[in-house]
T-cell receptor, first 115, second 115 residues
Framework: KNEVEQSPQNLTAQEGEFITINCSYS?????LHWLQQHPGGGIVSLFM???GKKKHGRLIATINIQEKHSSLHITASHPRDSAVYIC?????????????????FGKGTHLIIQP | GAGVSQTPSNKVTEKGKYVELRCDPI?????LYWYRQSLGQGPEFLIY????????DSGLPNDRFFAVRPEGSVSTLKIQRTERGDSAVYLC?????????????FGPGTRLLVL
């Protein structure tokens, strides 16, 4: 079982729609990241969350630590938002109590915004 | 340069050959990560360097894979006796320091195809 699950796997929406992408994880984490990957492979970090909510432009990310769940929202979606959105977590290290070193990734959500 | 760079951008090789993939992290970043992304999947952690030393190599799939970072800056991922299953995008990321709340900055990746 993957430690990080995303839904939906694929999402097609019309320009202007409000988009929600969900991420659930099954282990203790020290931080959760939302990343954007465009065709051609480049990955850009959007948010790093350990609690609460963050907003940047039309993007909003929330996390509920108790429920082990995070959401990424896009308001007033635009075709240029079309990309793969990936949730990744930094696992809690059982040895140091700090973050384990690498990120553990979900499989990504393929988002297409049609004009 | 301004971001993480990786060379080559594409590499085609034959089964059984040896390949080297290079990563130039952002100047001053002490932490460097290698990930592998197979088609349709999220990236998977391979190895993490803090400075010159491999602090965590638990993600390397077998002893055909090896990575170095001799001067604490550029890193090379080396794959011996390549197999078709090694075909993937190999991603490098760097961060300023080690902590769980550090943002990782990703390179564009090297697409490896083993024929």
């Amino acid at each position: 079982k993957n430690e990080v699950e995303q839904s939906p796997q694929n999402l097609t929406a019309q320009e202007g729609e409000f988009i929600t992408i969900n991420c659930s994880y099954s282990v203790g984490i020290s931080a959760l990241h939302w990343l954007q990957q465009h065709p051609g492979g480049g990955i850009v970090s959007l948010f790093m969350l350990s609690s609460g909510k963050k907003k940047h432009g039309r993007l909003i990310a929330t996390i509920n630590i108790q429920e082990k769940h995070s959401s990424l929202h896009i308001t007033a979606s635009h075709p240029r938002d079309s990309a793969v959105y990936i949730c990744a977590v930094r696992l809690l290290s059982t040895y140091s109590g700090g973050g384990a070193d690498g990120l553990t990734f979900g499989k990504g959500t393929h988002l297409i915004i049609q004009p | 340069g301004a971001g993480v760079s990786q060379t080559p951008s594409n590499k085609v090789t034959e089964k059984g050959k040896y390949v080297e993939l290079r990563c130039d992290p952002i100047s001053g970043h002490t932490a460097l990560y290698w990930y592998r992304q197979s088609l349709g999947q999220g990236p998977e952690f391979l190895i993490y360097f803090q400075g010159t030393g491999a602090a965590d190599d638990s993600g390397l799939p077998n002893d055909r894979f090896f990575a170095v970072r001799p001067e604490g800056s550029v890193s090379t991922l080396k794959i011996q006796r390549t197999e078709r299953g090694d075909s993937a995008v190999y991603l490098c990321a760097s961060s300023l320091g080690r902590g769980p709340r550090q943002t990782q900055y990703f390179g564009p990746g090297t697409r490896l195809l083993v024929l």
